[in-house]
């Protein structure tokens, strides 16, 4: 049996899903992104490559064993893209979320049903349907769940809005003992500078306290500096929508005092460094062209 136990984004990996970009399918039309970003390389011919995205997974793949973490790989679908681990599910505490991913994703599901086999039944939830919500959208911080949402009106048009006020008050009622603090996202089914698919695409925990933030992925100031204020402005590490759109917020961490980030993240990655983080750097950009990085492409399973 494997016993869960995520608190938060930092503490030492002990057990993590890894996607796969094995016979990830061929390119998308337009009308089948899911994101901006990933329609502006469709549009571009810059879509990546099955066997560039393979190299930089097995790179993470690698990184992870030397630090003696146990990798779980999704069963291989043929010609359909797995990448994106973090969506498909998400653990807090001792218990494993089946999000209510977008209808197309469903079989990613069963690809890791192997690993859910391996958890205790009365530690698996299954929100209702009506619930929407992706494992990008939740930051479990110990006494805090941080929640990345949009509850707008026009939440329907909007392809890029992945979780609703339901899956928020779903999750306020399941854990009645945990704060949960919600943000409002700003959204954009076309432009991928003013698109925070999730809260991890703006914003993310990092070391002892520490945090990257981008204010414009936030539809509200108010909220925005709440986060601010909760770390410390001399804590966090602001970046600009350039830096966002390259998903330099998506990093993920190994430990308190160990980040894996992309190669190409200097001026993230000197940060990291002088706060006494080591930095694994892997090549990561061909996978970021689909939206994701880091974060997104795994789903910690135990933490210490």
Same mark, same amino acid.
């Given at each position: 049996?494997?016993? &869960?136990?995520?608190?938060?984004?930092?503490?030492?990996?002990?057990?993590?899903?890894? +996607?796969?970009?094995?016979?990830? +399918?061929?390119?998308?039309?337009?009308?089948?992104?899911?994101? /901006?970003?990933?329609?502006?390389?469709?549009?571009?011919?810059?879509?990546?490559?099955?066997?560039?995205? =393979?190299?930089?997974?097995?790179?993470? $793949?690698?990184?992870?064993?030397?630090? +003696?973490?146990?990798?779980?790989?999704? !069963?291989?679908?043929?010609?359909?893209?797995?990448? #994106?681990?973090?969506?498909?599910?998400?653990?807090?505490?001792?218990?494993?979320?089946?999000?209510?991913?977008? /209808?197309?994703? @469903?079989? @990613?599901?069963?690809?890791?049903?192997?690993?859910?086999?391996?958890?205790?039944?009365?530690?698996?939830?299954? &929100?209702?349907?009506?619930?929407?919500?992706?494992?990008?959208? =939740?930051?479990?911080?110990?006494?805090?769940?941080?929640?990345?949402?949009?509850?707008?009106?026009?939440?329907?048009?909007?392809?890029? *809005?992945?979780?609703?006020?339901?899956?928020?008050?779903?999750?306020?009622?399941?854990?009645?003992?945990?704060?949960?603090?919600? #943000? !409002?996202?700003?959204?954009?089914?076309?432009?991928?500078?003013?698109? *925070?698919?999730?809260?991890?695409? $703006?914003?993310?925990?990092? +070391?002892?306290?520490?945090?990257?933030?981008?204010?414009?992925?936030?539809?509200?100031? @108010?909220?925005?500096?709440?986060?601010?204020?909760?770390?410390?402005?001399?804590? =966090? #590490?602001?970046?600009?929508?350039?830096?966002?759109?390259?998903?330099?917020?998506?990093?993920?961490?190994?430990?308190?005092?160990?980040?894996?980030? @992309?190669?190409?993240?200097?001026?993230?990655?000197?940060?990291?460094?002088?706060?006494?983080?080591?930095?694994?750097?892997?090549?990561?950009?061909?996978?970021?062209?689909?939206?994701?990085?880091?974060? $997104?492409?795994?789903? /910690?399973?135990?933490?210490?």
């Amino acid at each position: 049996m494997l016993k &869960l136990n995520i608190q938060n984004e930092t503490s030492r990996l002990r057990a993590v899903v890894l +996607g796969t970009a094995e016979s990830s +399918g061929p390119i998308p039309t337009i009308e089948e992104a899911y994101d /901006p970003k990933s329609r502006e390389h469709i549009m571009a011919g810059t879509y990546p490559k099955e066997e560039d995205m =393979v190299k930089e997974m097995n790179a993470v $793949c690698k990184v992870f064993e030397k630090y +003696g973490v146990k990798v779980f790989r999704p !069963e291989v679908i043929e010609d359909y893209n797995q990448i #994106f681990a973090r969506d498909i599910a998400l653990v807090i505490e001792d218990f494993i979320i089946d999000c209510n991913i977008l /209808p197309e994703r @469903e079989k @990613e599901i069963e690809a890791i049903r192997y690993v859910i086999d391996q958890i205790n039944p009365d530690k698996i939830v299954r &929100l209702p349907k009506e619930a929407h919500i992706e494992g990008g959208d =939740v930051i479990p911080h110990n006494e805090y769940i941080f929640i990345g949402t949009y509850t707008r009106d026009d939440y329907a048009d909007y392809i890029t *809005a992945r979780t609703n006020s339901t899956a928020v008050n779903a999750i306020k009622q399941f854990f009645p003992h945990k704060k949960i603090k919600s #943000f !409002e996202l700003r959204k954009s089914n076309t432009d991928p500078r003013n698109n *925070a698919l999730h809260l991890d695409c $703006c914003f993310q925990p990092v +070391g002892n306290g520490k945090a990257i933030l981008h204010k414009n992925g936030f539809l509200i100031e @108010e909220e925005y500096e709440w986060l601010l204020n909760y770390f410390g402005k001399e804590n =966090v #590490f602001e970046i600009t929508k350039d830096e966002m759109y390259n998903m330099k917020s998506n990093i993920f961490s190994i430990a308190p005092d160990v980040v894996i980030s @992309e190669i190409n993240f200097t001026r993230l990655n000197k940060w990291f460094e002088n706060q006494g983080i080591t930095v694994e750097k892997v090549p990561y950009a061909e996978i970021g062209k689909q939206g994701g990085l880091l974060r $997104c492409s795994t789903m /910690p399973l135990i933490r210490d």
